[in-house]
């Protein structure tokens, strides 16, 4: 099972940019869907973007298409998100999620593996 650590979160402006990656542990990260969700005070966990295995498929929530991109690159074992014209709303704790499954799924409580999540403030 890998283990999941999650970095480049921050403060930032609206219209700003953040690339988040989330680091594996383990020699099978390339058997895992990997995801990225977040969590704002008050509400509950939603997927933002999530990856294929083998990179060639990717998710987005509507409200985030256009301006995220989810990568992964096996190699280094990490998965990133490219957060570019951020909101307000888009102010949240961001986790990644791994799965281990072929199938590119979008509940959290599919996810098997949880990293500790990193924090994402856009100020108006």
């Known amino acids: 099972q890998v283990q999941l650590v999650e970095s480049g979160g921050g403060l930032v402006q609206a219209g700003g940019s953040l690339r988040l990656s989330c680091a594996a542990s383990?020699?099978?990260?390339?058997?895992?869907?990997m995801g990225w969700f977040r969590q704002a005070p008050g509400k509950e966990r939603e997927v933002v973007a999530a990856?294929?295995?083998?990179?060639?498929?990717?998710y987005y929530a509507d409200s985030v298409k256009g301006r995220f991109t989810i990568s992964r690159d096996n190699a280094k074992n990490t998965v990133y998100l490219q957060m570019n014209s951020l909101k307000p709303e888009d102010t949240a704790v961001y986790y990644c999620?791994?799965?281990?499954?072929?199938?590119?799924?979008?509940?959290?409580?599919?996810?098997?593996?949880w990293g500790q999540g990193t924090q994402v403030t856009i100020s108006s």
């Open positions: 999620a791994a799965d281990w499954s072929v199938v590119l799924a979008t509940d959290p409580k599919k996810y098997d593996v």
């Open positions: 990856i294929s295995r083998g990179g060639t498929n990717t």
């Open positions: 383990g020699r099978t990260f390339s058997n895992y869907v």
